[in-house]
């Protein structure tokens, strides 16, 4: 569980969690996970709890953690030793901004247990190692000249792994492999059912890594994905209602967050946004119909239209940007930039009527849309239907470039670690892989 922590947030929730595909080594399998006392489970949650929220927090003082749990000052105390000893988390100076009583001792998340998280893409794999509290330590972004099979997906996370392994230090250690995948994950083993950009179907690619790799791997949907980050770190997270839209090369994917669950429907595959009906004679879609946004809101159309080349596609929006502020954007950019607009318009309003949402983070591609056309976007959030569900909608950007997905896939691979901290570390292995 993760309290949507920070500062000012109080309201616990569920974590958004997907539910672990974890292919876990046999050494992790054997965990004494069983039959503690209560007094065990106790301490196993109090753990999480205070765990998560220096996780979700940039640095929080043990006197907030008081504050936020409930528990006296001494077993905070005691709980925030203890995940220290296992270098979780790291005690700091005194907060000396606090103005009344004693200055507290601040507690930030600790380097030594880091994630690695992948994002296979149609023109790249990237990688990176992400520590706790959701920061990126060395991103990697390997080019392919085409869409990367499953095996070649494997490969070069196996070389570019080894290659961080040997270079970490000594008391540093990778809990596990979170994968965010473009395409449709059944959460039930991390088997990539489709991702049709990338031409796969029913790949195991979740036992594939962790065979390579001899860590737990965890795959969902990048959206999905996304919309955890965005959850624990970002737009999302001192809301329980928020929709999560992502456009990247491959498509565009949400992640939709109600009542403070991630809605994942019956099988795991809620929140295909990017097959929303927006135009009934529109164009062709992967999936096989007509008309749904990602085939008719598409970053390819914007990449021809400014000239950049797909492998520079981060150039896009700077680019687009600089066109538009500059009033020196040729007209065919602009009518797609309006009609792009105005069929990610029709999405929206959809989705604050069937869901009301009190925010809107859009990533990728459509943030260039927020940012030259937001009337367009913010009108249609707001005209007509049920006036309490579009009075308090907001659209938010997410963070520029692959980090979301990034720290989000890690979010995948900490969740076991967040869960149960002492048993965790007590079992996982922290051997790189066998070479
Ligand atoms: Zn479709």
Same mark, same amino acid.
């Given at each position: 569980?993760?309290?949507?922590?920070?500062?000012?947030?109080?309201?616990?929730?569920?974590?958004?969690?997907?539910?672990?595909?974890?292919?876990?080594?046999?050494?992790?399998?054997?965990?004494?996970?069983?039959?503690?006392?209560?007094?065990?489970?106790?301490?196993?949650?109090?753990?999480?709890?205070?765990?998560?929220?220096?996780?979700?927090?940039?640095?929080?003082?043990?006197?907030?953690?008081?504050?936020?749990?409930?528990?006296?000052?001494?077993?905070?105390?005691?709980?925030?030793?203890?995940?220290?000893?296992?270098?979780?988390?790291?005690?700091?100076?005194?907060?000396?901004?606090?103005?009344?009583?004693?200055?507290?001792?601040?507690?930030?998340?600790?380097?030594?247990?880091?994630?690695?998280?992948?994002?296979?893409?149609?023109?790249?794999?990237?990688?990176?190692?992400?520590?706790?509290?959701?920061?990126?330590?060395?991103?990697?972004?390997?080019?392919?000249?085409?869409?990367?099979?499953?095996?070649?997906?494997?490969?070069?996370?196996?070389?570019?792994?080894?290659?961080?392994?040997?270079?970490?230090?000594?008391?540093?250690?990778?809990?596990?492999?979170?994968?965010?995948?473009?395409?449709?994950?059944?959460?039930?083993?991390?088997?990539?059912?489709?991702?049709?950009?990338?031409?796969?179907?029913?790949?195991?690619?979740?036992?594939?890594?962790?065979?390579?790799?001899?860590?737990?791997?965890?795959?969902?949907?990048?959206?999905?994905?996304?919309?955890?980050?965005?959850?624990?770190?970002?737009?999302?997270?001192?809301?329980?209602?928020?929709?999560?839209?992502?456009?990247?090369?491959?498509?565009?994917?949400?992640?939709?967050?109600?009542?403070?669950?991630?809605?994942?429907?019956?099988?795991?595959?809620?929140?295909?946004?990017?097959?929303?009906?927006?135009?009934?004679?529109?164009?062709?879609?992967?999936?096989?119909?007509?008309?749904?946004?990602?085939?008719?809101?598409?970053?390819?159309?914007?990449?021809?239209?400014?000239?950049?080349?797909?492998?520079?596609?981060?150039?896009?929006?700077?680019?687009?940007?600089?066109?538009?502020?500059?009033?020196?954007?040729?007209?065919?950019?602009?009518?797609?930039?309006?009609?792009?607009?105005?069929?990610?318009?029709?999405?929206?309003?959809?989705?604050?009527?069937?869901?009301?949402?009190?925010?809107?983070?859009?990533?990728?591609?459509?943030?260039?849309? /927020?940012?030259?056309?937001?009337? =367009?976007? #913010? &009108?249609? !959030?707001? $005209? *007509?239907? @049920?006036?309490? %569900?579009?009075?308090?909608? /907001?659209?938010?950007?997410?963070? =520029?470039? #692959? &980090?979301? !997905?990034? $720290? *989000?896939? @890690?979010?995948? %691979?900490?969740?076991?670690?967040?869960?149960?901290?002492?048993?965790?570390?007590?079992?996982?292995?922290?051997?790189?892989?066998?070479?």
């Amino acid at each position: 569980m993760v309290v949507g922590a920070g500062a000012k947030v109080l309201p616990r929730r569920d974590h958004p969690d997907v539910e672990s595909n974890s292919r876990k080594p046999a050494s992790a399998r054997a965990s004494g996970a069983g039959l503690g006392s209560n007094r065990d489970t106790t301490r196993q949650h109090n753990l999480s709890t205070v765990l998560t929220l220096v996780h979700c927090s940039a640095g929080i003082s043990r006197a907030e953690l008081t504050r936020l749990t409930g528990l006296n000052r001494s077993t905070i105390a005691a709980l925030v030793g203890e995940l220290a000893q296992l270098g979780l988390v790291l005690e700091n100076e005194p907060d000396q901004r606090q103005q009344h009583g004693r200055p507290s001792i601040m507690i930030s998340p600790g380097p030594g247990v880091l994630a690695l998280a992948v994002n296979p893409d149609l023109d790249a794999v990237n990688v990176a190692l992400v520590a706790l509290g959701g920061s990126i330590v060395n991103p990697v972004r390997f080019h392919t000249v085409a869409p990367p099979s499953t095996a070649e997906v494997v490969n070069i996370v196996s070389a570019i792994y080894t290659g961080m392994a040997t270079s970490l230090p000594e008391n540093r250690r990778v809990v596990g492999v979170g994968v965010a995948v473009p395409g449709l994950v059944d959460p039930a083993d991390g088997t990539v059912i489709e991702a049709p950009q990338l031409g796969w179907q029913e790949e195991p690619l979740a036992a594939q890594l962790s065979a390579a790799l001899n860590l737990p791997v965890t795959c969902a949907n990048d959206a999905i994905v996304g919309a955890r980050a965005q959850a624990a770190f970002g737009a999302g997270r001192d809301v329980s209602d928020f929709v999560y839209l992502y456009g990247g090369a491959s498509g565009i994917a949400g992640g939709i967050l109600s009542g403070g669950q991630l809605l994942q429907g019956a099988t795991g595959f809620a929140g295909q946004i990017g097959h929303l009906l927006v135009r009934t004679d529109g164009a062709n879609c992967s999936c096989g119909s007509a008309g749904c946004l990602e085939a008719e809101v598409t970053r390819e159309e914007l990449l021809r239209a400014t000239g950049v080349p797909s492998g520079q596609a981060e150039d896009l929006e700077s680019t687009v940007l600089g066109l538009f502020e500059s009033g020196n954007a040729p007209e065919a950019l602009l009518e797609i930039l309006q009609r792009q607009s105005r069929l990610l318009a029709v999405a929206l309003r959809a989705l604050v009527h069937q869901l009301n949402p009190s925010v809107f983070v859009l990533g990728g591609f459509l943030r260039i849309l /927020a940012r030259t056309m937001p009337a =367009l976007l #913010e &009108d249609a !959030v707001r $005209v *007509g239907g @049920a006036r309490s %569900a579009r009075e308090q909608v /907001a659209i938010e950007l997410a963070p =520029l470039g #692959e &980090d979301p !997905v990034l $720290v *989000g896939a @890690a979010e995948l %691979a900490f969740t076991e670690l967040l869960a149960d901290p002492a048993r965790v570390l007590g079992t996982a292995s922290p051997a790189p892989i066998d070479s």
